[in-house]
């Protein structure tokens, strides 16, 4: 089974941007689809953005025209670009991956801050 370690996180203030990094130990190509979510205190873990095997990409209407995901299958690595960051941006990011038996992995998460 894959396992995913994230990094990139940090603080930020608003308006600012970070990006995200999520690697992956084994192949990508073994994965169908791959996505970002993000848990603020208090509050449920939301989908961001996801990422399928051909390329195709999904957003959270929050984000959309502000974050990028994408992935590179060479470095074994997701990513997610972050611009124009506001404040209600601040949460635990995770990225996980979902392989070709249907298992979902998650990674530990790393922490976003966006300062106003």
């Known amino acids: 089974q894959v396992q995913l370690v994230e990094s990139g996180g940090g603080l930020v203030q608003a308006g600012g941007s970070l990006r995200l990094s999520c690697a992956a130990s084994?192949?990508?190509?073994?994965?169908?689809?791959m996505a970002w979510y993000r848990q603020a205190p208090g509050k449920q873990r939301e989908m961001v953005a996801t990422?399928?095997?051909?390329?195709?990409?999904n957003y959270a209407d929050s984000v959309k025209g502000r974050f990028t995901i994408s992935r590179d299958n060479a470095k074994n690595t997701l990513y997610l670009q972050m611009n124009s960051l506001k404040p209600e941006d601040t949460a635990v990011y995770y990225c996980?991956?979902?392989?070709?038996?249907?298992?979902?992995?998650w990674g530990q998460g790393t922490q976003v801050t966006v300062s106003s």
């Open positions: 084994g192949s990508m190509f073994a994965i169908r689809a």
């Open positions: 990422i399928a095997s051909g390329g195709t990409t």
């Open positions: 996980n991956a979902l392989d070709r038996d249907y298992a979902l992995t």
